[in-house]
């Protein structure tokens, strides 16, 4: 079964408005059994495109066929044309949005990645980060596996490949166990769809069903964009297959584990109008603020978000403390991908076009901003200064997380820890830093209470939070491995002989 590719590749500067943000790396959506799959999926995928803006791919299946389309950019600008859909015939597709860390940019790396195995065709689009990827690879390698990619994703299929199991989902099975760290995967064979998550569920995937079909995402506000129900999500550890006829089975081959998901999603990666782990994102995020406003109170005439991901926890921290929430800080949602920013002096400049200060309302006032976190901390020092400019007489720093204090491994781009503000120093030096009248972060357990949940439980915590406690959930084999390489490079003697 032969794939016909048909790539078109739009290149253009990219810039990032939210360069000092943490970022999602990226977004999947699957639609089996429907009538005009591709659509959806290109519908599903449009819901996600904050968590991935580089580039966008849909593969679709007719029955006989595998059909390839991938581009650099966004959504819309690669199937919003009926034209690109009608080069995705089929009633199964499966899609995906993307930032790029691992593996880099480039289309080559844009998925769903697709091959043509023994058994068939075989497309897969994943969420998240195999954190044994480079190992497995070099094994691969060394076994004579020919890459195409730089994608961690790409392990995967050439595990399935390899196996020696005689069933494609027992092929699967034998990959997956293979696997560290996170993923949520939608794949795509001959003989229907399966999604699965990762066991300890790091990274979310959702289950939805419109008429005859079902879909997957990774959020539930891509299901509300088609019109389909939210059924439930996919458990961590479960893998869901679909078939042609609709018959939908479920399986938890790997054990019973703890599950542990990302607690980022809530603070800021998912839209606040997904539910995620059974929980609406949006009361999540109020329920923060209002953590905060108990947590850290402050005298002061207003509280002022930092758009457009501060606003809930904004508006919870406003009607706690009982201090009027207002908007301070004006968005332009014109800025975006016109300039290229290749220096920090240049990022700030993107920070300006982006936010502006509503003076009428800051001036004179003592402010208490509210953004959802600090990472290298350069917007936040923007934007407090844009509100002393404004005539703001104190300004009130509050964040909505835990001071993020290391990287994240688990498929969310973050910035070298070096280059993260909290690594480099406490709470007072942050403030002088950003130049804040006061600076507080919402604690560890006011983060697990506000989405529900008891106290961090220390000995087996309820979600990963390592870029918050450094406590990551599963083995760093790549990262140890490097770790070990430098410190032989930087004391050759320890060398064993
Ligand atoms: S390290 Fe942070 S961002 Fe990464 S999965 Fe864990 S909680 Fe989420």
Do not use: W
């Amino acid at each position: 079964m032969k794939a016909r590719t048909d790539p078109m590749t739009i290149t253009h500067p990219f810039y990032d408005a939210d360069g000092d943000k943490l970022r999602e790396e990226c977004g999947v959506f699957g639609a089996v059994n429907a009538t005009d799959a591709a659509a959806a999926t290109a519908l599903g995928l449009h819901a996600l495109q904050h968590r991935g803006q580089e580039a966008a791919g849909i593969v679709s299946f007719d029955g006989a066929d595998f059909f390839v389309r991938r581009g650099l950019g966004h959504v819309v600008e690669n199937f919003s044309s009926q034209e690109a859909i009608a080069e995705l015939p089929g009633m199964m597709a499966a899609g995906h949005v993307r930032y790029s860390t691992t593996g880099g940019a480039g289309l080559r790396n844009v998925q769903p990645l697709y091959a043509d195995l023994a058994s068939g065709g075989f497309a897969v689009a994943h969420n998240g980060n195999i954190s044994n990827a480079g190992t497995l690879r070099e094994e691969l390698v060394g076994r004579g596996a020919i890459f195409q990619s730089t994608s961690d994703t790409e392990v995967i299929i050439h595990l399935v490949a390899t196996s020696r199991y005689p069933t494609i989902m027992d092929r699967l099975i034998d990959a997956l166990r293979l696997l560290e760290g996170a993923y949520a995967l939608i794949v795509m064979t001959p003989e229907g769809m399966i999604a699965c998550r990762d066991p300890l569920g790091i990274r979310p995937l959702q289950m939805g069903k419109i008429g005859d079909a079902t879909l997957f995402a990774s959020e539930t506000v891509a299901f509300d964009v088609v019109g389909a129900d939210f059924v439930r999500q996919v458990e961590p550890g479960e893998i869901i297959r679909v078939d042609f006829d609709g018959n939908v089975d479920s399986l938890h081959p790997f054990g019973t584990h703890r599950p542990r998901p990302c607690i980022f999603e809530h603070v800021y990666f998912s839209r606040p109008d997904s539910i995620s782990d059974g929980r609406s994102i949006y009361e999540g995020r109020k329920a923060i603020g209002a953590e905060l406003a108990r947590e850290t109170p402050v005298e002061a005439d207003l509280v002022i978000p930092v758009p457009d991901s501060g606003v809930p926890a904004a508006i919870g921290y406003a009607q706690e403390s009982g201090i009027p929430f207002e908007l301070g800080i004006i968005r332009s949602h014109y800025v975006g991908r016109t300039f290229i920013q290749p220096s920090d002096s240049d990022r700030h400049a993107g920070v300006k076009r982006k936010h502006n200060a509503n003076r009428a309302m800051v001036e004179g006032k003592r402010i208490v901003l509210i953004d959802d976190s600090i990472v290298r901390g350069t917007t936040s020092l923007q934007i407090v200064e844009m509100m002393r400019d404004a005539g703001a007489a104190e300004v009130h720093f509050r964040v909505a997380s835990p001071p993020t204090a290391h990287s994240c491994f688990y498929g969310v781009d973050t910035p070298e820890r070096s280059k993260l503000l909290a690594a480099q120093m406490d709470v007072e030096p942050m403030r002088e830093f950003i130049k804040a009248d006061s600076l507080a972060f919402v604690s560890i357990d006011g983060l697990y209470r506000a989405v529900g949940e008891k106290p961090r439980d220390a000995s087996c915590p309820q979600f990963c939070d390592a870029c918050f406690t450094g406590d990551y959930p599963t083995a760093l084999t790549d990262i140890r491995r490097r770790e070990d390489k430098q410190q032989q490079l930087a004391f050759p003697s320890n060398k064993v002989a």
